[in-house]
């Protein structure tokens, strides 16, 4: 069975940091192209980052470039995404996924709040 698990969201001040985690289980994680991807309030689907099998291909769209960094670990199923000076817009909920618009393969999500 796959699976995916989020975790790490939680209620962060503005400027604060966080780091988010998924692990996979059940397929060849190793093997896919990995997207964080995001649900703010009143918006859709955002991708934000982005990493390739070996995890030296790495992108993160403007609104969170120098701010977010993608990695991963495949000899644990480990993507992570470290997230610091957090502002306002980038509550939502978070998720990882192995397909690039995050409308599917994805875990439950973890929720990010910034707020003072």
């Known amino acids: 069975e796959e699976r995916l698990v989020e975790s790490g969201g939680g209620l962060v001040q503005p400027g604060g940091s966080l780091i988010l985690s998924c692990r996979g289980t059940?397929?060849?994680?190793?093997?896919?192209?990995w997207y964080w991807v995001r649900q703010t309030p009143g918006k859709g689907l955002e991708r934000v980052s982005t990493?390739?099998?070996?995890?030296?291909?790495?992108v993160t769209v403007d609104s969170v470039e120098d701010r977010f960094d993608i990695s991963r670990d495949n000899s644990k199923n480990m993507i992570y995404l470290s997230m610091k000076n957090l502002t306002l817009e980038d509550t939502g909920v978070y998720y990882c996924?192995?397909?690039?618009?995050?409308?599917?393969?994805r875990g439950q999500g973890t929720q990010v709040t910034v707020s003072s």
């Open positions: 059940g397929f060849p994680f190793g093997n896919y192209w």
């Open positions: 990493i390739d099998p070996d995890g030296v291909y790495k």
């Open positions: 996924s192995s397909d690039p618009t995050g409308a599917t393969r």
